[in-house]
């Protein structure tokens, strides 16, 4: 198929030029919508699902969002307490972070940020360190009073040297930080937050956190970080907020129902999609105790309990995530991990080796499932930042709106599961 070029008006020029230029350009409008124009379904108003309609939708295409909740933003949805106005993320601390510049300008587009670096503290063995492991962590830990360099050849005398490829969470543990560390600040967190031991799980998991020498206590080591002014909820709104968009809320899609539209781009969990037809893949579901109260009750946004002490893993206090407003009341959520079961809001793909075989037979019926494209953390079964499921979901799009000029067949995934 040939696009017509897009063609502007010359400064100047005469009035029949103008008018073939017109007709030119009504010609190529029209041959566009056309040609490209699509019924695209897309299931689930996270993120994933919100950046594509987007996208598509800007393109021209028709776009409707089923969404079987009664609210758009997936798992990063925040709302205001009805008792406190605290700006709540009520399925869990949500730090937007990335060095992604396509990303960060996307984003500005739809929300205010406000600078916010996540600052976080840990509690094990009756005391208080910060996180992630940094200089102040280990010279209290220690008690020493290491520079960079002294800290670094502590660490590394403390690492296990045997380990020499780090394959699981313990091993990388192990390896890095020395055992100490590790049954302090690791063990048991990671027992209580994946139900595992650290010997079960991938070293990918712990790669996640960095090691630092030197005093600085960030969580995150990207480019950018903040907080959106008015929550996560907002920002998916202006994102949905385009002609050509149409959301529905409470709605579950049936798979039946996908030869109504072009193609169907989902975001629920690939397992789900096929009726878990070769079982269950398994999750981490959250459970959160809400405590109000008066004043500061912790302060900090996020306190993580390493120890067996506490049942659970972490205590977020939201007011913290915006420093910017007063607030008289507080809102604290004690988080508690567990096994998702039916009926349960998934969280944390598990993703152990054993799982990547049941994932594999998804993978294969999703490749032969026509017009169908798997999406986000669910449809692909990856643990993925927001930074990267909206990059995923702009490329997702890029691919879509390519094979819709090329006249070529989307693909079930853009980005490979497996890898
Ligand atoms: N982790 C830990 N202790 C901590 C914080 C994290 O053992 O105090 C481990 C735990 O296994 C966790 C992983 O490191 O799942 C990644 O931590 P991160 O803070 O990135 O988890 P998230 O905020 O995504 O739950």
Not at 29 to 36: A, D
Not at 66 to 74: C, D, L, T, Y
Not at 78 to 88: L, P
Not at 96 to 118: G, I, L, S, Y
Request: contains cysteine; negative net charge.
């Amino acid at each position: 198929m040939v696009i017509w070029p897009h063609y502007r008006h010359p400064e100047s020029g005469s009035a029949t030029i103008r008018s073939t230029i017109d007709s030119y350009n009504e010609r190529y409008q029209r041959e566009q919508v056309n040609v490209m124009k699509k019924n695209v379904a897309i299931i689930g108003a996270g993120f994933s699902g919100a950046v594509i309609a987007h996208q598509l939708a800007k393109a021209g295409h028709q776009v409707e969002v089923f969404e079987s909740r009664s609210h758009i933003a997936g798992n990063c949805y925040s709302e205001r307490d009805a008792e406190t106005n605290v700006m709540v993320h009520v399925y869990g601390p949500h730090i937007f972070h990335t060095d992604n510049e396509r990303v960060w300008k996307f984003v500005n587009e739809f929300a205010e940020f406000k600078p916010f670096v996540n600052r976080v503290k840990a509690i094990t063995n009756d005391r208080v360190f910060t996180l992630p492991i940094n200089l102040l962590t280990i010279n209290q830990f220690f008690n020493k009073t290491f520079r960079p360099a002294e800290a670094q050849a502590f660490l590394a005398e403390q690492g296990d040297k045997t380990i020499e490829n780090p394959v699981t969470f313990e091993d990388q543990a192990l390896r890095f930080v020395g055992r100490d560390l590790y049954e302090a600040f690791f063990k048991t967190y990671t027992v209580k937050q994946w139900g595992l031991q650290p010997s079960e799980l991938p070293a990918s998991i712990l790669k996640r956190l960095p090691v630092r020498f030197n005093y600085d206590d960030n969580y995150f080591s990207h480019k950018y970080q903040g907080m959106p002014k008015d929550g996560y909820t907002a920002i998916v709104e202006k994102i949905l907020n385009v002609p050509g968009i149409t959301v529905h809320l409470n709605t579950p899609f049936k798979p039946e129902q996908k030869s109504a539209y072009d193609h169907v781009f989902y975001s629920g969990p690939i397992d789900a999609w096929f009726g878990h037809r070769d079982g269950r893949l398994p999750y981490r579901t959250l459970d959160f105790e809400v405590h109000r109260d008066q004043g500061d009750y912790q302060g900090n946004a996020v306190i993580n309990y390493c120890d067996n002490a506490k049942p659970y893993t972490r205590i977020t206090e939201h007011k913290h995530f915006s420093p910017w407003e007063q607030h008289e009341g507080t809102v604290c959520y004690f988080e508690y991990s567990r096994q998702c079961e039916e009926g349960d809001t998934p969280y944390y793909p598990i993703r152990l080796a054993r799982d990547k075989v049941q994932l594999e037979k998804y993978v294969r019926l999703a490749q032969d499932e026509p017009n169908v494209t798997f999406i986000g953390r669910l449809g692909t079964y990856r643990y993925l930042d927001m930074d990267v499921t909206i990059d995923e979901a702009l490329k997702v799009a890029d691919k879509f709106l390519a094979c819709a000029t090329e006249n070529s067949q989307m693909p079930a995934f853009v980005i490979d599961p497996l890898a």
